[in-house]
């Protein structure tokens, strides 16, 4: 008897499409995370693709004071910032094809024509740019973000822009289509929009809504969830009014108000049942009752970003401070870094260009407040950044720190400037600098790489995960990655410290600890005898998590908390819950007990300590031979 072969199950992959309307920057991407973030604790494996209808071809040449930071991927793609939002919630890792831009798809399509793959066809973006989104987002979808080669089974698609941008009309057409492409099972349209509330009447206005809603079904594509975004709770008589207007069940109106900490918008989407939605809806492998302690971890961490009493007070020199989005993922680092102590962060943004000494001849106020501000930090960051505007200022709050003993982090262009103050001020080379901002130096202690080309700006910077190799089993940095003997973390940088320079640095104390595999660029720098002044060439940020927080800022941060030699005298380790006891002894206890240790030993205390203000106590001078 004939038995016909069954050919294997392969799961059907589902698309959760976000769009907003109203204004921009209303918070699709945390809600897209969010959502997210909600299927994968249910045991789903989540990817995410975000699209940008710009025509750049990537987020690499944008200004900062436009789009906010430039967030690089492992494999080198630079990325609109929300991709950051996408790896630190799911906990993934995405491709640079996870990020579709207009430039990208015109690009694609183009190409195909010069080759002659249409055969003579007039080319249309109806239907050749829109197959090629529609192509694009298959097959992207299924790449897997898990590390473990598993093919996702939800994809979750943000448009960025709103609708009704003439820009992002050939995307909503395509998603109009894909929709029947996939079959209605397997699609799902959020739509995020704002519900205004007047300060003149204090009314929550549904208007704004419904006609947004009422433009997307007009291009083609219900929404099946309309996610309100207010200042305060959307009351009941307001979600049924939005209910009978745009042609959605009251119980498919979902209200996401302003809240304390982002880890708390999933928690809200779980309370009002969107699981249960989106697992009939798309009839998703999701088992019924769900576990009780499905959102422990983000409970949890909601609850102890809100217990948090102490702050420590970092200071953030940058280029880029008016728009704090330039730094999202150093915020971000720095959070994580906090939370795992139960600190909350009080940044200080400092503009670079406010420290130097035109700005107290032109504007003496505004110097002196960023003085202020830079001497009551209880510890300093300076970031990345590109141009000569305000190195000078990063230069002279660097100096600060080294003098005065405060806890330092450099990131790339602030590890650079740590090199060229201390050229200046220790190895008395008062015209040290960068190529980059005057290639006539004679102490050309920062140069351009052999690799980098001047005559085109687009990706030709060195970019992704690179490997660095600690050379020293005493750096402070190695013991807070756990002592291992390579890391690897995510670069995007034209310059770096002139090899030729080093051994003039490490002769008066400042060591480069690290470097890549070659053993010819300079990764980590370390100061002697201070509590804690390290620069690195990569961005720690790009990586951190919320429980898995960036070693380099976790160490900032301790060492500004008076943590920093008690964690290490521990073992670097952080307790099970990522949180390192609240209630553990501040520094200057761990250090008087451990100098009281060797002297009833009949030993002397060897080591400069410092309180936790980065300055020596009179009790622990006495304990300094």
Wanted: glycine share 8%; net charge negative.
């Amino acid at each position: 008897m004939f038995c016909p072969i069954k050919e294997p199950f392969v799961p059907t992959m589902k698309y959760i499409l976000v769009t907003g309307g109203v204004i921009s920057g209303i918070g699709k991407g945390v809600i897209a995370s969010s959502l997210g973030t909600l299927l994968k604790v249910c045991g789903l494996h989540v990817t995410s693709i975000k699209i940008d209808p710009y025509i750049n071809i990537d987020a690499g040449t944008f200004s900062p004071y436009e789009h906010g930071e430039v967030f690089v991927l492992d494999d080198g793609g630079e990325v609109d910032l929300d991709l950051g939002n996408y790896e630190r919630f799911l906990d993934v890792t995405l491709h640079r094809d996870n990020n579709i831009t207009t430039g990208k798809i015109y690009q694609q399509v183009i190409n195909k024509e010069r080759r002659g793959d249409y055969l003579g066809k007039t080319v249309q973006v109806v239907p050749h740019i829109t197959d090629a989104i529609q192509e694009w987002v298959e097959r992207v979808a299924h790449i897997s973000v898990d590390g473990d080669d598993t093919t996702p089974d939800v994809c979750v698609i943000e448009l960025g822009g709103t609708i009704g941008d003439i820009e992002g009309m050939p995307f909503v057409e395509a998603f109009r289509q894909f929709q029947f492409r996939v079959k209605r099972e397997n699609f799902c349209c959020v739509h995020v929009s704002l519900v205004p509330q007047p300060s003149a009447t204090g009314e929550q206005k549904t208007k704004p809504t419904q006609n947004s809603v009422r433009e997307l079904r007009g291009l083609g594509l219900s929404p099946d969830l309309v996610v309100c975004r207010s200042t305060n709770e959307v009351t009941d008589a307001i979600k049924e009014k939005i209910s009978n207007f745009c042609h959605v069940d009251r119980e498919q109106v979902i209200n996401v108000h302003d809240v304390s900490s982002i880890f708390k918008v999933p928690l809200l989407l779980e309370d009002q049942h969107i699981i249960d939605y989106l697992r009939t809806r798309l009839n998703l492998a999701i088992p019924v009752p769900r576990p009780k302690k499905l959102m422990n971890k983000w409970r949890d961490l909601a609850q102890r970003s809100d217990r948090c009493q102490k702050t420590v007070a970092i200071a953030i020199v940058g280029k880029y401070t008016t728009l704090q989005d330039a730094y999202a993922s150093v915020i971000k680092a720095l959070q994580h870094a906090a939370l795992a102590i139960n600190h909350k962060v009080d940044i200080k943004w400092i503009e670079a260009s406010d420290l130097e000494l035109i700005t107290q001849k032109e504007n003496p106020v505004k110097y002196h407040e960023a003085w202020q501000h830079l001497c009551s930090a209880q510890g300093v960051l300076v970031p990345g950044g590109f141009g000569s505007r305000g190195v000078e200022g990063k230069v002279a709050a660097i100096e600060w720190t080294r003098l005065n003993r405060k806890p330092f982090l450099g990131v790339c262009l602030g590890f650079q400037c740590a090199v060229i103050e201390f050229a200046r001020h220790v190895l008395d080379w008062k015209d040290a600098d960068s190529t980059e901002f005057n290639p006539q130096t004679t102490h050309q202690v920062v140069i351009d790489m052999p690799e980098h080309n001047p005559g085109q700006m687009g990706g030709t910077m060195r970019l992704g995960k690179r490997t660095t190799m600690f050379k020293s089993n005493e750096s402070m940095l190695k013991k807070l990655y756990g002592n291992k003997e390579k890391i690897e973390e995510r670069h995007r940088h034209r310059y770096e410290v002139n090899p030729k320079m080093v051994p003039y640095f490490e002769k008066h104390g400042m060591n480069f600890v690290g470097h890549d595999l070659e053993g010819e660029r300079m990764e980590i720098m370390e100061l002697q005898d201070h509590p804690y002044f390290v620069g690195v060439q990569y961005h720690p940020e790009y990586i951190s998590r919320p429980l898995s927080p960036s070693p380099p800022y976790l160490g900032l941060v301790m060492a500004a908390s008076g943590k920093l030699l008690s964690f290490l005298a521990k073992g670097s380790r952080l307790s099970p819950s990522c949180v390192y006891e609240q209630d553990s002894e501040d520094e200057d206890e761990f250090i008087v007990r451990e100098e009281l240790h060797q002297l009833s030993k009949g030993g002397s205390s060897s080591s400069l300590v410092t309180n936790g203000n980065g300055g020596t106590s009179a009790s622990e001078m006495a304990l300094i031979p």
